[in-house]
């Protein structure tokens, strides 16, 4: 079971607890904590920069020079990105800096052109695994800001070794209630009031064909769904556990699971046969 401290922050109050009590503590209850890890450890000195101006490198078809904008400054890079373009601000590593991969930064020369740092894609930070482009950070974002304040990279992530009998912290909340109880305070649940549900038109049905083995399989249906990718917060909490964020519905699907400890699964309405879920053992030929 992994988790951030931020997210466990959402839950519970961690005041008063350094990170290495909260582990000592939370091994001694049971939960033995196999790793804490800071996370984004060596992104300190990477800022955000804004492109001010693109144009084609004189020596290379795949290259562009572009002036960027980096707080008071505005620097030369030579840049390989396919998305790179004027008004985009992404992150930058001046001269200097050292990548998490270890490699350090150096003013060069590229097919003749000076290049002052280079603009960073999510792997090269060790953020994510995308390495499709540069990293677009929110247009309205001042340059020169520190990375680790603007994505609020700041945090550590917990894992524990669960035993098979504490199934009740296999969840972010989970462990939100057994550090209340440990320490006296309360927990604070995500929501604290169910929305009322209308079934007088509801147009699909569940059926299960072993109660034994499933007593209960709950769906419900969604409208006015856009496919987009989620917002950064929801990325950074399931890139902090280990998961790939992929789209809004995935990645809410998987935050509530790592939430509450409940599986959850997003179905397309239109493929659904019969607008039935039929909850069964496989065939033979499945």
């Excluded at 950070?137 to 894992?159: A, K, R």
Aim: aromatic share 4%; proline share 6%.
């Amino acid at each position: 079971m992994k988790f951030t401290l931020s997210w466990l922050r959402e839950y519970v109050s961690l005041d008063g607890l350094t990170t290495n009590q909260l582990a000592d503590r939370l091994t001694m209850l049971g939960l033995e904590v196999d790793a804490v890890t800071k996370l984004y450890v060596g992104l300190d000195n990477i800022v955000s920069a804004r492109v001010l101006s693109v144009k084609k490198h004189p020596n290379a078809d795949r290259l562009t020079l572009c002036d960027v904008e980096v707080g008071d400054e505005v620097v030369p890079i030579v840049c390989g990105a396919p998305n790179v373009r004027e008004g985009l601000v992404t992150a930058i590593a001046r001269p200097g800096v050292r990548l998490p991969d270890g490699h350090k930064i150096k003013k060069a020369k590229v097919r003749g052109e000076v290049s002052m740092g280079m603009l960073c894609s999510w792997r090269e930070l060790g953020i994510g695994e995308d390495h499709s482009g540069i990293l677009e950070l929110d247009p309205e974002c001042s340059s020169g800001i520190s990375l680790v304040e603007l994505l609020d990279l700041d945090d550590t992530m917990v894992e524990i070794d669960l035993t098979p009998n504490r199934s009740d912290c296999a969840s972010v909340l989970g462990i939100a209630r057994e550090v209340a109880a440990m320490t006296g305070k309360s927990s604070k649940p995500p929501i604290t009031a169910s929305p009322d549900l209308n079934t007088s038109d509801v147009d699909y049905s569940v059926t299960i064909e072993n109660a034994a083995l499933c007593p209960r399989y709950a769906a419900r249906r969604l409208t006015g769904v856009v496919i987009a990718p989620s917002p950064w917060w929801l990325q950074r909490q399931l890139l902090a556990v280990g998961m790939r964020p992929v789209n809004n519905i995935v990645d809410i699907t998987n935050f509530v699971m790592l939430e509450y400890g409940q599986p959850l699964h997003a179905f397309d309405y239109e493929k659904i046969g019969g607008k039935t879920v039929v909850v069964r053992f496989p065939q033979d030929s499945e």
